[in-house]
């Protein structure tokens, strides 16, 4: 019986080889150690380092027992958000905070609609059009909202006016008195306080913090982009969000959840949060060598995040909807010059 029991064991451990791996103690320590070299990471003392390293140790557990598990067309990585919880994750790198629907008639514009009879091309990135800023960094601060906003400005000012400018999330995080700084806020209405203040800065003028500030006297002589409006995308529509994005970077809400947080590449088919609480910019689009349709997402959570940054996102998938996969036709709008 002892025997048979030996035999169990190790036909499980071959089953499972990672299971095995990841109750090595000293392998998860190793791991750890690796990854606050990498990105730099430190801790007060070492009730922090013990706690962070039992919360590293069960999203590495998560990710390795995922990508194990293989068939997908995506993986999970560690990042610099690894020794985080998920709600802890959702509290500071989200943000995106909708109000609840408004008629049309109530927006600074209706949605447009495009001629989807037009021709577009399969593939379309406007990062090799020069359109698109280097990926930003929101840190411990939920304004992904400011950081979708601003990315369509930059992407916009640059197809409009011929100059890729550096923009400020800080001044919209500091001064946009309809939004709630770290906390939440929305794209729309990050839109409006670009509008009804006369531009906005370049980001050498008014820089990053990763908190809120009081807002700086700015001087409307001395903003260097502007728009004067912004459209919506006919909601819960891929096929005119499509359209959109070939005439220009367009903002976009998803619902991101755990799985969300730890991708690390390919096209992301996995699960989604609840509610819409993240705000990106859509940069493009393509299809995978795997023929997977795809939408091609900035993201503000560094470089260190899925494909230095960026993420590539089912599109036309078969459980997606009318609204896409993540809800990511939901709430699409960019900005405009009447």
Known sequence: MHLISICIIILWACAYPSMSRMLDESSVVKAHQQWMTKYGITYKNSFEM?????VFRENLE???NFNNAGNKSYTLGLNPYSDLTTEEFMASYTGLNIPSRVSSAKLRSNSVLFNITDDIPPYFDWRVKGAVTDIKAQGDCGGCWAFAAVATIEGFWKIRMGALLTLSEQQLIDCDENSDGCNNGDIIKAYNY??????????TKYRYTEGKQSCKLIDIS??????TTYKMVKENDEIQLLQAVTQQPVAASLHVGNEFRSYAGGVY???CGPTENHAVAIVGYGVSEND????LIKNSWGQGWGERGYMRLIRDGPSGGPEGHCSIANYGSFPDLE
């Not at 670009?194 to 980001?203: H, K, M, S, T």
């Not at 001395?222 to 728009?227: E, R, Y």
């Not at 997977?292 to 939408?295: A, F, H």
Request: hydrophobic share 30%; no cysteine.
């Open 194 to 203: 670009v509008i009804e203040n006369d531009g906005i800065l370049e980001e």
């Open 62 to 64: 998560y990710i390795e």
């Open 269 to 271: 088919t996995g699960t």
């Open 50 to 54: 013990e706690n962070r390293l039992q």
């Open 222 to 227: 001395d903003t260097d982009a502007f728009i």
């Open 292 to 295: 997977q349709k795809y939408w």
